[in-house]
Every structure is written in C-alpha cells, then in structure tokens.
T-cell receptor, first 115, second 119 residues
C-alpha cells in the first residue's frame, strides 16, 4: 500500500526566505505526483503536476522536483510572501490498473510566512 | 470560469440520519473522484467514476456509504445512518480524461468540499 509522508508538518518563516517542502512515498511505481495548496476552509488548488518521466516542473516562484527511484519530491518556494501561507499537500497517483485512478495524499505541511 | 461545485457547503446531522452530498464537476470532465478529509489530515480516496461507471469503490469505509453518477455528470455521495466518525470534509474532484497522458488532462480539480458534522 502506498504511503506518503511530508516533512516538516509545520513551518514558520519570515517573508522573503526561500524554502523547501519535502515529500516521500514508499512505492516508486507512480504515474505522476501533484502538489496542492489548501487554504483554511477551502478546497485544494493544484500547483504543479510532474509526470513519472519528468524530473521537475516550474511555475512562477514554485519549482517541484521528482526523484522516482528514491521516492522523493521537493517543492521549492522562492522569495516567500505572506500570501503563500497555507497547507501544502503532496499526492501521488499509482500506475497500477486498480489503484491508478486514485491520489494518495500526505498529511501536508502547514506553512506560515510572517511579514 | 466554472469550477467544481459542491452542495451543501456545511451539513449538520444527528447520529443515525441519512445525508446526501452533491458534486457538480467541470463540464465535460470524464473522471470524478470523492475523497474524505478528517481534521488535520490529508484527503483519503473514497471512490472513482469514469463517466457513469463506478470503477473503484475500494475506499468507501463501510456499506453505509454509497455513491452514484447516473448520467455521467453530477454525482451524489450518500451516507446512511450517520455516525460521529463520519464527521469530516468530503471533497469532490474531476479531471478531463484519465486515459490521456498529458498534464492538462490528468490534473484533478477539487471543489470546496462539504463539511459534515454528525452530532
């Protein structure tokens, strides 16, 4: 059974810092990996999706990398802003026929960026 | 533009009541997913539809949970005889087409969720 772990569980940084969020997964047979953002009381917003054949994806100040063989992904946020404060969730999609549809999520990293 | 919508946004039920949660996916999206998110946890998969076919329901926690998508668009998640442990946020997501390998078509887009509280 796929398990996804995110470290740290919570992170508080001053505005302007560059930061890295970590995600690890136990089964390297994945189809893709997706990073989401969740604001309190809201649904999930997709940030980046990395296919299993890719090494990284970039969107603005965000860069996500994937090392499938070691079961790891990182989300890099450059020049953090108070508006980046949210919970960041990592999710993997399996490559098997029966489990290939679902996303398996980590528990998230709660990020606070202080002005 | 129109995203995934869910109703009601909040639902309070007495233990033993039946509830029905609705999801309107993005128009034209083939795949629809239900997830359950307990407080402080990541979402957990419940069930998956491709058009009207329920292809995976292995995540439903008990036979009190039932989901349908009869016309391949709107979906309803029904919980019978609700228990306190059913209290959670129920998230619905849709994606364009599971069969395609492009990033755009594979991304799951989530609704705002329904927060269910069972007293």
């Amino acid at each position: 059974k796929q398990e996804v772990t995110q470290i740290p569980a919570a992170l508080s940084v001053p505005e302007g810092e560059n930061l890295v969020l970590n995600c690890s997964f136990t089964d390297s047979a994945i189809y893709n990996l997706q990073w989401f953002r969740q604001d309190p009381g809201k649904g999930l917003t997709s940030l980046l999706l990395i296919q299993s054949s890719q090494r990284e994806q970039t969107s603005g100040r965000l860069n996500a990398s994937l090392d499938k063989s070691s079961g790891r992904s990182t989300l890099y946020i450059a020049a953090s802003q108070p508006g980046d404060s949210a919970t960041y969730l990592c999710a993997v999609k399996g490559s098997g026929e029966t489990s290939g549809s679902r996303l398996t999520f980590g528990e998230g990293t709660q990020l606070t960026v202080n002005p | 533009g129109a995203g995934v919508s869910q109703s009601p946004r909040y639902k309070v039920a007495k233990r033993g009541q039946d509830v029905a949660l609705r999801c309107d996916p993005i128009s034209g999206h083939v795949s629809l997913f239900w997830y359950q998110q307990a407080l402080g946890q990541g979402p957990e998969f419940l069930t998956y539809f491709q058009n009207e076919a329920q292809l995976d329901k292995s995540g439903l926690p008990s036979d009190r949970f039932f989901a349908e998508r009869p016309e391949g668009s709107v979906s309803t998640l029904k919980i019978q005889r609700t228990q306190q442990e059913d209290s959670a946020v129920y998230l619905c997501a849709s994606s364009l087409n599971r069969a395609s390998a492009t990033q755009f078509t594979d991304t799951q887009y989530f609704g705002p969720g329904t927060r269910l509280t069972v007293l």
